[in-house]
């Protein structure tokens, strides 16, 4: 099987609508599976290419501002 067989494969099974996609419609199944699917692979290549992806490392008291008891 061949690069390209397999690709087409993929995009063939890809391009059966989600029922979200389904219920909203699409042109063009076939090229809409092969955007998603190109997409898809560019991300898997580089985790950093999706937009807003940001990647913060911060502990839990970074992140809430602790509330202080009455006195």
Same mark, same amino acid.
């Given at each position: 099987?061949s690069?390209?067989?397999s690709?087409?494969?993929?995009?063939?099974?890809? @391009?059966? %609508? %989600?029922?979200? +996609?389904a219920?909203?419609?699409?042109?063009?199944?076939? @090229?809409? @599976?092969?955007?998603i %699917?190109?997409?898809?692979?560019?991300?898997? +290549?580089?985790?950093?290419?999706a937009?807003?992806t940001?990647l +913060?490392?911060?502990?839990?008291?970074?992140? @809430?501002t602790?509330?202080?008891?009455?006195?």
């Amino acid at each position: 099987m061949s690069h390209e067989q397999s690709d087409q494969e993929r995009v063939e099974s890809r @391009a059966h %609508l %989600l029922p979200e +996609e389904a219920a909203v419609g699409s042109d063009d199944p076939q @090229a809409q @599976a092969d955007a998603i %699917l190109t997409e898809s692979d560019i991300r898997e +290549e580089d985790r950093n290419v999706a937009p807003d992806t940001v990647l +913060e490392h911060r502990t839990s008291d970074q992140t @809430a501002t602790p509330i202080e008891p009455p006195d």
